[in-house]
């Protein structure tokens, strides 16, 4: 069902059941350039970076996102030339 352009995501246990993984990272990567360029569009954004990332700026340590997540960390950094933290 969809509210002025947003699904609410009805329907996503069906498609997460019939889809590959490989076609769900497509779909992630996908949602969060959207996301991205949707924030980019209303808020000053300068850095991307996951809770990794940003622990290591106060000292601490964190293994999320994860080696997966890093990879599309640094591809969305690269299109939106963002920069790490």
Known sequence: ???????DGEGFTEVIETTRPEQIA???VKAVSIMIKTSLHYF???KLG?????????GTSRACPGIYGMIIAE?????FKLSAP
């Not at 591809?75 to 299109?79: H, I, K, S, V």
């Open 75 to 79: 591809q969305m950094r690269r299109e």
């Open 44 to 46: 000053q954004i300068n």
């Open 26 to 28: 497509v779909h992630f």
């Open 1 to 7: 069902m969809q509210h002025g352009g947003v699904t």
């Open 50 to 58: 996951g809770h990794r990332e940003f622990a290591k700026t106060h």
